[in-house]
């Protein structure tokens, strides 16, 4: 199908393969080397652009939420990020499909082995019966938290929290503060959790100082 498509608009069309690691998870795994595989043809100087839809965008928000994640996790798929750009996240995948374009289906996507597959062929009909235009609302609300965050990454960029004085601080505010270092500082490790933040939250407010692990072999020392 790919081979066609590209023919019939006289494109050329590279194809890479890759290993995928047993005992991982498949669909992570898969996405992370397409991602490495794409960047690596199209070189330092070029964007790369996905096919993601806003049924998609819907889809990651909606799944999401289920598993549970904060403000930064509901902003789902962005329209840009580095050299990766999503131009098609503002149009539904029913829209696309009525262009007719060449295109191929996995098959993997007729069962009901992945989660998405079970929200996208059980859940959305249902939500959509409450709500025609669900699929927009859940876009809408990947947006409303991407630019929410973006003006928390803005102004804490602008301030120390290096040396400030927390002690007193809402334990709750200080968790964010702590969860924005983390994203910043080590951004190859999986975030802390909500009890480890918590607990180091709660020392620091108390004006307590030592130390405490976050996880992933990080730790956190408090002065």
Not at 17 to 28: D, E, H, I, K
Not at 125 to 130: A, H, Q, S
Request: proline share 5%; glycine share 8%; net charge positive.
């Amino acid at each position: 199908a790919a081979e066609q498509a590209c023919r019939a608009v006289g494109l050329s069309l590279t194809v890479a393969p890759v290993s995928l690691t047993p005992g991982r998870n498949l669909q992570a795994e898969a996405r992370r080397q397409r991602y490495e595989v794409l960047a690596g043809i199209a070189g330092d100087d070029a964007w790369v652009a996905t096919g993601h839809t806003q049924t998609d965008q819907a889809e990651t928000v909606l799944q999401r939420a289920i598993r549970g994640t904060g403000l930064r996790g509901l902003g789902a798929i962005r329209w840009r990020q580095g050299r990766v750009v999503r131009p098609l996240l503002g149009v539904t995948r029913e829209q696309t499909r009525a262009l007719a374009w060449s295109r191929a289906e996995d098959p993997s996507n007729d069962t009901d082995r992945f989660g998405r597959n079970r929200l996208r062929r059980h859940v959305m009909p249902l939500l959509r019966d409450e709500n025609p235009r669900v699929e927009m609302a859940l876009a809408e609300l990947a947006d409303a938290a991407q630019d929410e965050m973006a003006l928390v990454d803005a102004l804490m960029d602008a301030l120390d929290f290096g040396s400030v004085d927390l002690s007193g601080v809402r334990p709750e505010l200080v968790e964010v503060i702590l969860r924005w270092r983390h994203r910043r500082e080590r951004p190859d490790t999986p975030p802390p959790s909500r009890r480890a933040a918590g607990a180091l939250a709660e020392r620091i407010t108390a004006g307590q100082s030592g130390s405490a692990s976050l996880g992933s072999g990080v730790r956190a020392t408090v002065d």
